[in-house]
T-cell receptor
């Protein structure tokens, strides 16, 4: 699986959009971009994933650049409960592909 | 639809005892994964199982650790003769076995093992 690069930490004001970047310049054509988050010491929570088109669900939006070398996770209206470590993971589309967690971005949402 | 269930949530064992961690996947999911998170570290893959089969155990320590996912019942991660270095959070994840799907993994709340 390709490696990803994320900033170690970010702050965001409550109610504002949180934009979390991720670089994955060595991604291959059949690999997806997945986002998970871990709130305190809970189990990781699946957020969203995509291949090349932008995706949106009830939690977030995922914007993938045309060359697929980077992406941005957008939380449109961050709340205090969104404070967590966010992981960007590139993974092949196969049940046998495990998730490789890097350091992630520690997002702190402040009042 | 209940999520991934793990029990116990907290487990304390003395050095040399055995630890058994259980994971019930989400309904309809036939793939189970185990991950370990050591204190102040990221999650690391341990093993991937389907019913009655170990598919990938490349992340499992060579000794004392074993995993199974029987035809009936939960998946079990077993640690024999625990040592202090086994103290960690152990997370189980499951994914559906749908052809053409993207196999996103859903995690349980974890079992926190403390070895005294």
């Amino acid at each position: 699986d390709a490696k990803t690069t994320q900033p170690p930490s970010m702050d965001c004001a409550e109610g504002r959009a949180a934009n979390l970047p991720c670089n994955h310049s060595t991604i291959s054509g059949n690999e997806y971009v997945y986002w998970y988050r871990q709130i305190h010491s809970q189990g990781p929570q699946y957020i969203i994933h995509g291949l090349k088109n932008n995706e949106t669900n009830e939690m977030a939006s995922l914007i993938i650049t045309e060359d697929r070398k980077s992406s941005t996770l957008i939380l449109p209206h961050a709340t205090l409960r969104d404070t967590a470590v966010y992981y960007c993971i590139v993974r092949g589309n196969n049940a046998g592909n495990m998730l490789t967690f890097g350091g992630g971005t520690r997002l702190m949402v402040k009042p | 639809n209940a999520g991934v269930m793990q029990n116990p949530r907290h487990l304390v064992r003395r050095r040399g005892q055995e630890a058994r961690l259980r994971c019930s996947p989400m309904k309809g999911h036939s793939h189970v994964y185990w991950y370990r998170q050591l204190p102040e570290e990221g999650l690391k893959f341990m093993v991937y199982l389907q019913k009655e089969n170990i598919i990938d155990e490349s992340g499992m320590p060579k000794e004392r650790f074993s995993a199974e996912f029987p035809k009936e019942g939960p998946s079990i991660l077993r640690i024999q003769q625990v040592v202090r270095g086994d103290s960690a959070a152990y997370f189980c994840a499951s994914s559906p076995g749908l052809a053409g799907g993207t196999y996103e993994q859903y995690f349980g709340p974890g079992t926190r093992l403390t070895v005294t």
